[in-house]
T-cell receptor, first 115, second 118 residues
Framework: GAGVSQTPSNKVTEKGKYVELRCDPI?????LYWYRQSLGQGPEFLIY????????DSGLPNDRFFAVRPEGSVSTLKIQRTERGDSAVYLC?????????????FGPGTRLTVL | AQKVTQAQTEISVVEKEDVTLDCVYE???????LFWYKQPPSGELVFLIR??????QNEISGRYSWNFQKSTSSFNFTITASQVVDSAVYFC???????????????FGGGTRVLVKP
């Protein structure tokens, strides 16, 4: 079956612009996670959705970052007034449920470059 | 707070050599889960193994094996008879085991890049 998909695969923007990154999880997975991976580092947690609600947004770095999942499937990560430090690969993952033993399936990521 | 440390940033071996990747973790939970993921040059993280804190049995899957030792908070990964296709970045990760409404985010280590030369 289809895995987690993310669009676009690459996004180049200018400092100060607004961007949206999309994640389409595996069908039937209720849990959805966003992570950010900077060059040479491990992924860092941003936000977790269970269904439509953001159950844990403790990893969002500041109020320029926001994410939604209005119908409990596709999620969009939104970044306002982008800064050069936002450049990274943004990874989305989904799991059947939000339990700790559930394997998370990752998408290919969106590489964001802020000039 | 939970933390995962992978002290080796890069390991280079010649094909057919064995390579062991170290992972040390910190958590205050008594129940937790440990994972290893592989990130090949294509970039997509691939799940390799999951281990819960109550199961210290070592596991072998083909050329891969894992050594979990709670006494030293380590969960090391060995590739036996390495192949060029094993070249990738490998990440160790931890999730807390308490059932929480807030889900179970993974805490990753910094990763170890493995380069297998022919």
């Amino acid at each position: 079956g289809a895995g987690v998909s993310q669009t676009p695969s690459n996004k180049v923007t200018e400092k100060g612009k607004y961007v949206e990154l999309r994640c389409d999880p595996i069908s039937g997975h209720t849990a959805l996670y966003w992570y950010r991976q900077s060059l040479g580092q491990g992924p860092e947690f941003l936000i977790y959705f269970q269904g439509t609600g953001a159950a844990d947004d403790s990893g969002l770095p500041n109020d320029r970052f926001f994410a939604v999942r209005p119908e409990g499937s596709v999620s969009t990560l939104k970044i306002q007034r982008t800064e050069r430090g936002d450049s990274a690969v943004y990874l989305c993952a989904s799991s059947l449920q939000g339990q700790s033993y559930n394997e998370q399936f990752f998408g290919p990521g969106t590489r964001l470059t802020v000039l | 707070a939970q933390k995962v440390t992978q002290a080796q940033t890069e390991i280079s071996v010649v094909e057919k050599e064995d390579v062991t990747l170290d992972c040390v973790y910190e958590t205050r939970d008594t129940t937790y889960y440990l994972f290893w993921y592989k990130q090949p040059p294509s970039g997509e993280l691939v799940f390799l193994i999951r281990r819960n804190s109550f199961d210290e049995q070592n596991e072998i899957s083909g050329r891969y094996s894992w050594n979990f030792q709670k006494s030293t908070s380590s969960f090391n990964f060995t590739i036996t008879a390495s192949q060029v296709v094993d070249s990738a970045v490998y990440f160790c990760a931890l999730s807390e085991g308490r059932i929480k409404a807030a889900g179970n985010k993974l805490t990753f280590g910094g990763g170890t890049r493995v380069l297998v030369k022919p």
